[in-house]
């Protein structure tokens, strides 16, 4: 089973500042690796797969990359409706598609 | 974009079967190469893969919880369904509904089930 650990566990910063939030899979999962947006209350939001490419509507502020192992997804400018806890997946060895235990995202 | 909404009972006894349901609408839930999809998250916990049905009828399931979960679809009611047999109060949970060619693009609202006699 792969095991996805994401780092930091919490990251505090401001509004217009740059987020960069990492993933890490215990086994290479090619691209085969997707980032949700989770708030309280609402059901996850897919923003990127593929490692990279954004999902339908997604701002292009919010990007990813990475391959194999290591993965990072940036905000290049946060705003407000941005801070949330972020979830990495695996799409590849399976079952199960696990999660990362997932990086809060808070405002400073 | 699909329409998902997840429907059940909101309070389970313990070691009895819980059941719940995903209608889908705005797309057929025979959709070549979609899998549907249950995922949970515990009170103050992240978010679990519990296992997904291909649209062929092909179940995946999560080891931790594969002896005790039933994924399937109802083809004439556009849904699909999850069983989670002998719960215990670890299995409270709001439960989701997903899906998507590959990845999991639409999502229901979500419902919680709280596991208590």
């Known amino acids: 089973e792969i095991v996805l650990t994401q780092s930091p566990a919490t990251l505090s910063l401001s509004p217009g500042e740059r987020a960069t939030l990492s993933c890490r899979t215990s086994?290479?999962?090619?691209?085969?690796l997707a980032w949700y947006q989770k708030k309280p209350g609402q059901a996850p939001r897919l923003l990127i797969y593929?490692?990279?490419y954004r999902a339908t509507g997604i701002p292009a502020r919010f990007s990813g990359s990475g391959s194999g192992t290591d993965f990072t997804l940036t905000i290049s400018s946060l705003e407000p409706a941005d801070f949330a806890v972020y979830y990495c997946q695996q799409r590849t060895n399976w079952p199960p598609f696990n999660f990362g235990q997932g990086t809060k995202l808070e405002i400073k | 974009q699909l329409q998902l909404q997840e429907s059940g009972p909101g309070r389970v006894k313990p070691l009895q079967t819980l059941s719940l349901t995903c209608s889908v609408s705005g797309g057929s839930i025979n959709s070549a190469g979609y899998y549907w999809t249950w995922i949970r998250q515990q009170p103050g916990t992240g978010l679990e893969w519990i296992g997904c049905i291909y649209y062929s009828g092909t179940t995946y399931y999560n080891p931790s919880l594969e002896s005790r979960v039933t994924i399937s679809l109802d083809t004439s009611n556009n849904q699909f369904s999850l069983k989670l047999s002998s719960v215990t109060a670890a299995d409270t949970a709001v439960y989701y509904c997903a899906t998507g060619p590959y990845y999991d693009l639409d999502w229901g609202q979500g419902t919680l089930v709280t596991v208590s006699s």
């Open positions: 593929d490692a990279s």
């Open positions: 086994q290479t999962v090619g691209n085969s």
